[in-house]
C-alpha cells in the first residue's frame, strides 16, 4: 500500500504527540500513590504504545514498527501487576527517547538485551545523546546557584549554548537579546514561580518550549503544568539523559516551527508573484494547488496559536 507524504507526514506528528503521551503516562504511574492510579496510568501508556505500533505497522514504517513492537512486547510483561519500577521507568523512557530519533530519521541504537523482566531490572544503556545542533541556546532559570552551575555545565557540554539565571524576573527582561531556544526554569522560586515564568516567555514567543525542574511533582503539579502549555517536566534529581533529550526535542521542535512560520510568511508575501506568473503561463492546477496548499498552512498555524491561547488561559 502506498501512502503520500503528506499522510506519512501526519503520522510522524501523531507518533510524536503518542510519544509526549506516554511520557506523561509513564511520569503519572511514578507518581501514582494508590493502586488505582497505577493502574491507570499503566494501561493508558499501553494503549499508547500499542496505537504507536499498529500506525507504524499501517504506514509501512519499518524500523520504528520493529522498534515499538520490541518495546510493547517488553511492557506488557507487567501485565498482571501492572507496575513498574525506577528501573524499568528509566528503560521505557529511553525506549520513548529512541522512538523519537527514529522519527526525526537520526541515528538511534538501543540496548534491548537488558533483563526487562517482571523482577527489578539494571538501569539500561542510554540512547546516544545528540549533539546540540550551532546556534541552540538554553536559559536556565534557577534560585540555587548550585543548581544553575551544574545544569549549565551538563548542558554546555552537549554543545548547547547556555544563559544562566538565578532571578526569574532578570531573566524575563533578557529574553529580547538573549532569543533562547529554550527556558528551563524552577518551578518554586522566591521571586517568581514556573507559571509566572511560562506565562512571561509566552508573552514574548508563544512557540518557545518552557521546561519546569522541580523536586515535587505530583499527579496535579504534572497535569496543572502540562495544560498551561509547559513543553515537559523533570524532576530533581534529574537524570542528564533525561534533561539533554528533552532539550534535544524542545530545541529541534522551536527551529522547526520557527522554520514553518518562516516558510509561510514568506510564501504569503510572494503569493501575489507566484500567481501572477503562474497565470500568464496559462498553469490554472499549479494556480489551485499553490491557493489550497498556502490556505492549509494557515489554517494550521491559526489553529496552533489557538491552541497556545486556550492554553494560556
Known amino acids: 500500500m502506498h501512502f503520500s507524504d503528506e499522510e506519512v507526514a501526519d503520522f510522524t506528528q501523531e507518533a510524536i504527540d503518542h510519544c509526549n503521551d506516554a511520557e506523561r503516562y509513564l511520569m503519572l504511574h511514578k507518581n501514582a500513590t494508590t493502586k488505582e492510579a497505577t493502574e491507570e496510568a499503566y494501561l493508558s501508556c499501553f494503549t499508547v504504545l500499542h496505537n504507536m505500533k499498529d500506525g507504524a505497522q499501517l504506514i509501512e514504517l519499518a524500523t520504528l514498527k520493529d522498534h515499538t513492537s520490541r518495546i510493547v512486547s517488553q511492557y506488557a510483561q507487567y501485565e498482571s501487576t501492572k507496575h513498574l519500577s525506577e528501573e524499568q521507568l528509566t528503560y521505557f523512557f529511553g525506549a520513548i527517547a529512541a522512538c523519537r530519533l527514529i522519527l526525526q530519521k537520526k541515528p538511534c541504537t538501543f540496548d534491548y538485551t537488558v533483563n526487562v523482566s517482571a523482577t527489578p531490572i539494571q538501569a539500561p544503556a542510554a540512547s546516544p545523546i545528540q549533539r546540540a545542533k550551532p546556534g541552540s541556546k538554553v536559559m536556565i532559570i534557577d534560585d540555587e546557584y548550585e543548581i544553575v552551575e551544574i545544569l549549565s555545565e551538563l548542558i554546555g557540554e552537549a554543545g548547547f549554548q547556555t544563559v544562566s539565571y538565578t532571578s526569574p524576573i532578570r531573566a524575563l527582561e533578557s529574553l529580547t537579546t538573549e532569543m533562547p531556544s529554550a527556558v528551563l526554569t524552577d518551578l518554586k522560586m522566591p521571586e517568581l514561580n514556573g507559571y509566572d515564568v511560562l506565562?512571561?516567555?509566552?508573552?514574548?514567543?508563544?512557540?518557545?518550549?518552557?521546561?519546569?525542574?522541580?523536586?515535587?511533582?505530583?499527579?496535579?503539579?504534572?497535569?496543572?503544568?502540562?495544560?498551561?502549555?509547559?513543553?515537559?517536566?523533570?524532576?530533581?534529581?534529574?537524570?542528564?539523559?533525561?534533561?539533554?533529550?528533552?532539550?534535544?526535542?524542545?530545541?529541534?521542535?522551536?527551529?522547526?516551527?520557527?522554520?514553518?512560520?518562516?516558510?509561510?510568511?514568506?510564501?504569503?508575501?510572494?503569493?501575489?508573484?507566484?500567481?501572477?506568473?503562474?497565470?500568464?503561463?496559462?498553469?490554472?492546477?499549479?494556480?489551485?494547488?499553490?491557493?489550497?496548499?498556502?490556505?492549509?498552512?494557515?489554517?494550521?498555524?491559526?489553529?496552533?496559536?489557538?491552541?497556545?491561547?486556550?492554553?494560556a488561559t
Do not use: C
Request: hydrophobic content about 35%.
Open 199 to 311: 506565562k512571561g516567555v509566552h508573552e514574548f514567543d508563544a512557540d518557545l518550549p518552557v521546561i519546569y525542574l522541580s523536586g515535587h511533582i505530583t499527579k496535579d503539579v504534572l497535569v496543572h503544568a502540562l495544560s498551561f502549555g509547559v513543553y515537559g517536566v523533570i524532576e530533581k534529581p534529574f537524570s542528564p539523559q533525561h534533561v539533554l533529550q528533552l532539550l534535544s526535542t524542545a530545541t529541534q521542535t522551536y527551529r522547526l516551527m520557527k522554520l514553518l512560520n518562516q516558510t509561510i510568511s514568506f510564501l504569503t508575501y510572494q503569493f501575489s508573484d507566484l500567481d501572477h506568473y503562474l497565470e500568464q503561463q496559462g498553469s490554472t492546477t499549479n494556480r489551485q494547488l499553490l491557493r489550497e496548499q498556502l490556505r492549509t498552512l494557515l489554517e494550521t498555524r491559526r489553529k496552533l496559536k489557538d491552541i497556545k491561547k486556550l492554553k
